[in-house]
């Protein structure tokens, strides 16, 4: 296996034809390979054995020659093994064309390159992503379930083109891949950018980890499709993905070092691709393919099927899979035949992206705020098995509930391997008649959480045993109890170790304190070793910052980094860290909510419920429960431990005299080019107004960006008035605020 690699690259201007395909397209530099390799083979003979001996003899200009031209020989090398899988050469003498590049490129520093296959293996680790601004935003797609809806898209479409109802119209079906959305950047065909797709907008820098997927171009290819240079500047645009081989190798891996698993390939993929030392990635084997172009400086396509094959003649990848049809039966047949084989893939594709062909008709049809108009994604239905529960085991969360997962005969669900489910909770057994034992059919919710939908009764043999509530905490043995109309069961022993471990996570989590790179592993670990015990140990970690650095594998800079990211969370703020304490039935709106009203976290800790219960939105058990939770004395001790560690708990609003927002309530749905969610609703609080997370009678305005959804269909029924983010800018601007330029 090859554990370098790059992609083509074969200098400007070769004949790529797009009748004669894309394996023709590099027949040229296989002609110049072969002459190549001729000539040198007869300078092995003699020089070969001495190592350096040939690169010590070279000038620099010669070295130079040789350099760009082993790294077309080894481009061309690439292309034909990771994106046609049809190598040319043996592992050996490819190895012998990557060692003497590497030999060169040491003689030679001053003529490495950042598009040299030798750049692929990874760089230092960052402190953090920058952030990129995507050229031509990256719309989300609106979703078909059924093929009512896909049928309903095409006669949307052909109303709205003014066509008739039996018009035909030409159709690009492509697998909708379940990986990470990702823009990679050309100026003048070099790769300079390579970007997570964030919010649409504006997403990560992560380009020393695109660098290292194989199949990704550092250098374009241009032919003569449709024009002989590449673009001055063009993104393409693309899913990032692992394949289930690769999925189950990294899960085995982390397995045996004792790490937690990965969900889904999903998650891997998008983990891997967000690592901060970019050498992790290079050995996760990522893969892409390619579907399509946002900003293309001086280009024109006429149909989106042009632009596949013009990425394909680029030396992208570009699923084999992906189809043009006429009309909408042949799109419904696609589907069908997707829905049906996509078990014989070996990644993940969670249904099918249609897209009008036509380019022209796209560009009438527009988008709207959230979507375009000229496409949809198909969603198969979830994907179910069937397989026997073997035993239930019961985990504990961090307020002591008890959740039932089903331990099962391990069986394929979606391309993953399954052998646990979630039982939800004992009511959810009751009610299904759930039996150890028993044979059930399990889906992937979501194509994510594993679950227990039904027991296929035909298969009880009267083995069955019920499934029975367990008397005490399975990790620390104390009591468990059942809350009075409540579904779950309880541990009420708040030492629990489990209890404290999933407290302490919750602490770190990104909507609580946000703490990045103190994820379960590190709370899982810190807690064996006796280096936490509460939320407030963290702040002390610094004194155990020498047997952090001997314990962690990546060393001093990884525990600086954690170490800063605890510093900042201090900072973080009142409302942060009211959720963050993990009290019952205070959730993000809750906290928030609390927050506003006390300003302090003192004048929450005096507060009776009588006082709690007259704040809007906060009922009679949060209420209980808030009171409950700060006359613990526990809890008292670790707020104090907090506090002496410099945790700010007081909420910094710097009210204007006047409230040019007063009596007015703002609900903010979909994505915000100039603000986040959270500082746009911070903002309207700072001006007297009230913000909330759902609609009602009560919302003033409803400010609406791209990805809104449920939210603005409740704003239209109610006839809650509807405003954009310009609209929205306009009136923080009559209130004196001048916004941010982005």
Not at 12 to 32: C, L, P, Q
Not at 508 to 535: C, Y
Not at 621 to 627: D, F, G, L, N, S
Request: proline share 5%; glycine share 8%.
């Amino acid at each position: 296996m090859r554990d370098n690699s790059c992609q083509l690259i074969v200098g400007w201007g070769e004949d790529v034809r797009e009748n004669r395909g894309t394996e023709s397209a590099y027949a040229g530099a296989h002609k110049i390979w072969r002459i190549a390799s001729g000539f040198y083979s007869l300078l092995a003979e003699g020089k070969n054995r001495s190592g350096a001996n040939r690169s010590l003899s070279m000038t620099r200009e010669q070295a130079a020659a040789r350099i760009e031209e082993l790294r077309r020989l080894i481009e061309y090398h690439n292309y034909r093994y990771y994106v046609l899988d049809q190598p040319e050469i043996s592992d050996e003498e490819y190895d012998r064309l990557f060692r003497e590049l590497v030999e060169l490129e040491q003689q030679f520093p001053e003529l490495i390159t950042p598009d040299s296959p030798t750049q692929r293996v990874g760089a230092p680790p960052l402190e953090a992503f920058p952030e990129h601004t995507h050229r031509e935003p990256m719309l989300s797609l609106d979703n078909a379930f059924s093929e009512e809806e896909l049928l309903e898209f095409d006669q949307r479409v052909k109303r709205f083109l003014d066509l008739p109802s039996d018009a035909e119209l030409e159709y690009t079906c492509e697998l909708k891949i379940d990986g990470l959305a990702v823009s990679l950047t050309y100026e003048n065909g070099m790769l300079t950018v390579g970007a997570t797709r964030g919010d649409g907008y504006r997403g990560e820098n992560v380009t020393p980890n695109i660098r290292t997927i194989r199949q990704v171009p550092l250098r374009l290819r241009a032919g003569e499709n449709l024009f002989h240079m590449p673009p001055a500047v063009v993104e393409v645009r693309g899913e990032v993905y692992l394949s289930y081989q690769e999925f189950e190798r990294i899960n085995r891996e982390r397995e045996a070092a004792g790490e937690p698993l990965f969900a889904n390939p999903r998650n891997a993929a998008a983990g891997s691709l967000r690592q901060l030392d970019s050498r992790i990635t290079a050995r996760r084997h990522l893969k892409i393919w390619v579907y399509g172009v946002g900003y293309c400086e001086g280009v024109e396509f006429r149909t989106h099927w042009e632009v596949l094959q013009q990425l394909k003649a680029w030396g992208f990848p570009v699923n084999p899979h992906s189809r043009l049809v006429k009309g909408i039966q042949a799109v419904l047949e696609f589907c069908r035949e997707w829905s049906r084989r996509r078990a014989e893939l070996d990644y993940a594709t969670d249904g099918v992206v249609i897209k009008v062909n036509e380019i022209a008709l796209q560009r009438k049809l527009g988008a709207t705020a959230r979507a375009p108009r000229w496409a949809i994604a198909y969603k198969y239905p979830a994907e179910q098995a069937t397989t026997r529960i073997i035993e239930v085991r019961w985990q504990v969360g961090r307020t002591g509930v008890l959740t039932p997962v089903a331990v099962m005969e391990p069986v394929p669900v979606g391309g993953v391997t399954v052998s646990r489910a979630t039982l939800h909770n004992i009511d959810y057994i009751r009610q299904k008649d759930i039996r150890l034992g028993d044979t059930v059919i399990i889906q992937r919710a979501g194509e994510v959480i594993p679950e227990v939908v039904a027991v296929v009764m035909e298969k009880r043999t009267g083995q069955e045993q019920p499934i029975e509530p367990p008397s005490t905490c399975p990790v620390c043995g104390a009591r468990v109890e059942r809350v009075e109309d409540e579904a779950a069961l309880r541990c009420i022993n708040l030492a629990c170790p489990a209890q404290i471990v999933e407290r302490i996570r919750h602490f770190t989590s990104r909507h609580a304190m946000n703490i990045e790179g103190v994820g379960e592993k590190w709370v899982q670990r810190l807690f064996e070793l006796g280096f936490i015990h509460d939320p407030a140990d963290l702040y002390y970690l610094h004194q155990h910052r020498g047997d952090l650095i001997m314990l962690e594998r990546s060393g001093e800079k990884l525990v600086s980094n954690i170490l800063n990211a605890i510093e900042k969370s201090k900072e973080a703020g009142l409302a942060r860290l009211i959720f963050a304490l993990g009290i019952r039935q205070v959730g993000e709106h809750a906290a928030r909510l609390l927050a506003e009203h006390f300003g302090s976290l003192d004048a929450l800790m005096n507060a009776t419920e009588e006082e709690l219960m007259q704040i809007p939105g906060i009922g009679p058990e949060t209420a209980h429960e808030v009171v409950e939770f700060f006359a613990r004395p526990e809890n008292r001790q670790v707020i104090e431990k907090l506090r002496a560690a410099g945790v700010k708990m007081e909420e910094k609003r710097e009210r204007p005299a006047a409230a040019p927002f007063a009596g007015m309530t703002f609900v903010f749905t979909g994505e915000l080019e100039h603000y986040t969610r959270e500082e746009a609703e911070e903002l309207v609080r700072s001006l007297g107004g009230r913000a909330t997370s759902s609609v009602s009678r009560a919302t003033t305005y409803v400010v609406a960006g791209p990805g809104a959804g449920s939210k603005l269909q409740r704003a239209i029924e109610l006839g809650i008035p509807i405003l954009n983010e310009e609209q929205f800018l306009q009136m923080l601007r009559e209130a004196g605020v001048s916004p941010p330029t982005k």
